[in-house]
Structures are given as C-alpha cells and as structure tokens.
C-alpha cells in the first residue's frame, strides 16, 4: 500500500531555513503529482505546495510563494520542500500527499497522506 513518511521538521528561528523530506512508497513515483500541505493549531488544512511526476511543474500557496521550493528526486522516490525565510506562521504540522490521478496536485485530488512532521518557527 501507498506509504509517506515526512521528516526533517524541527525548531528553526524566523528568518531561519528547514528542508522537509518525504520518502514514498507503494505506487510507481513518477507516475504521481505530490504535493505539501500544512495544518496549524486550531486551523483548517491548507495546500501549501504542488510538483507534477516529471518535475517540470510546481505551484506554490500565496502565503509561501518566494519562499519555499519543492523538488522531486524520481530516483530516490523523494519529494522535497526547501523552506526558507520562515515566519512564524509557518508554524505547523507538515504533510506530503499523493495526488489521486494525472497531474493536478491540489487538495480535491490528493488521496494519501503521511503522518505529518511538526514546524515549530519561534525566537
């Protein structure tokens, strides 16, 4: 079955950098847009990041765009967020997730999900 597996979360100050990884398994990578998602206390989820199997597409949420960069290595079934400039809304539990079909990587068409590795920004 379909496995995520989230990691490199932690306590980064603002203005600080993390990488979040995501190794996948269970289904043919490449074949499968992911995308990033984040959940902060007392909110709802919300879409953060989207890449197309091949890597040729991304997207990004308004609040990160400038930001963040997701990436995919095909070869390591990984994708990827660089997280940069961080602030402390940035503070959340992160999720990678599986799109569901073709290339659309927004939240109606992501249909696995990790458990999720905890951003804590704060000075």
């Known amino acids: 079955q379909v496995h995520l597996v989230e990691s490199g979360g932690g306590l980064a100050q603002p203005g600080g950098s993390l990488r979040l990884s995501c190794a996948a398994s269970?289904?043919?990578?490449?074949?499968?847009?992911m995308s990033w998602a984040r959940q902060a206390t007392g909110k709802g989820l919300e879409w953060v990041s989207g890449?197309?199997?091949?890597?040729?597409?991304?997207d990004y949420g308004d609040s990160v765009k400038g930001r963040f960069t997701i990436s995919r290595d095909n070869a390591k079934n990984t994708v990827y967020l660089q997280m940069n400039s961080l602030e402390p809304e940035d503070t959340a539990l992160y999720f990678c997730?599986?799109?569901?079909?073709?290339?659309?990587?927004?939240?109606?068409?992501?249909?696995?999900w990790g458990q999720g590795t905890l951003v804590t920004v704060s000075s």
């Open positions: 269970g289904f043919t990578f490449s074949s499968y847009a």
């Open positions: 890449i197309s199997g091949d890597g040729s597409d991304t």
């Open positions: 997730a599986k799109a569901q079909s073709g290339n659309y990587y927004y939240l109606d068409n992501l249909d696995a």
